[in-house]
DNA sequence: TATGAAATTGCAATTCATTTTCATAATTGT
DNA sequence: ACAATTATGAAAATGAATTGCAATTTCATA
């Protein structure tokens, strides 16, 4: 089975073991962030979903997100903005984030020999680790050479 | 000079080059706040202040605080909660956080090599950075052994 | 010391994203 | 089809951040 059928499958488990119903409009939003394979905010998410189901509202799609974050599908964080962002959660390793002040796009990068230093880092202080972000911020690719211009 | 003195005087140049004007409550607000040395809310560092200071409004702390990141003696950031926190910035390197997740606690600390590796993934991303934030969630050595109880 | 332009303050009002409420509609088991 | 429960949309509520404005205070200059 593929990521996006693996995923689609663990929301349906999900409703059913939470004896959710089933409903076409969430189902569409859900695909679509599924599918979509990206970072979110309630409103981004929204406008797309408008452009195919007019009829969908905020709420459904606010609702939809949440429910995804609980079942594990999405994560939410802040990345230095007012507005929470939705990512998709993959099953593969963690990943850290590149952000552009500048046009907003978010890189994931991994990098095991950082994750390994976190964990010594926690290990001096007893701290037990239960989650991390890592996020550089500043001016992506693009970016740059736009502003050399 | 010692580090509090700096931050007063780093306080009262940026007055001076902004045509800003003194005031007690603001100045309380601020000594305050680089005496605590310490991580505030603004509706924390308020209601420390309220006590000594009753006739110094929200407002005032607010924008003491603002200020305050405006001139780069405090710098505010999420902490993966809803309100905004203020730490005190300190001429030394930059550092990270522990931040636990029972009792709120946030640790300090610095890893010279984790930096050198951000630099490397940021220039394998052709990524030019501005700034980054590094924090991990979990338990401080006091609360893991509350658990353990 | 008196003056006035400019900054500061407190309070209330606004903004803005998030979250909840509630009446109605849709879904599911019997 | 019926009853019970969940989902939905629209509007209202919430919560923190921010701003507008009138009153007050500061401070350089007269």
């Known amino acids: 089975m593929n990521k996006h059928g693996e995923a689609i499958a663990r929301f349906a488990k999900h409703k059913s073991t ?3 119903k089933s409903s076409d409009k969430r189902s569409f939003v859900v695909d679509h962030f599924i599918q ?3 970072h979110f905010t309630v409103e981004e998410l929204y406008f797309e979903v408008k452009k195919l189901r007019p009829e969908i509202s905020y709420s ?4 939809a997100l949440k429910l995804l974050a609980k079942c594990g599908l999405a994560s939410e964080s802040m990345f230095g903005e007012t507005v929470s962002r939705y990512e ?3 099953s593969s390793a963690h990943h850290d984030h590149l952000v552009c002040n500048k046009c907003g796009r978010i890189i994931e990068f991994e ?4 994750e390994k230093l976190q964990k010594d ?3 001096n202080y007893d701290f037990l680790v239960s989650a991390h972000r ?5 001016l992506c690719k693009k970016c740059r050479r736009k ?3």
Chains 1, 2 share one sequence.
């Open 121 to 123: 880092v926690a290990r």
């Open 18 to 20: 939470h004896g959710l």
């Open 134 to 138: 890592l996020e550089l911020y500043g």
């Open 60 to 63: 459904t799609v606010y609702r």
């Open 36 to 38: 979509a394979d990206r």
């Open 147 to 149: 502003k050399a211009l």
């Open 88 to 90: 998709p959660v993959h």
């Open 111 to 114: 990098n095991d020999k950082i």
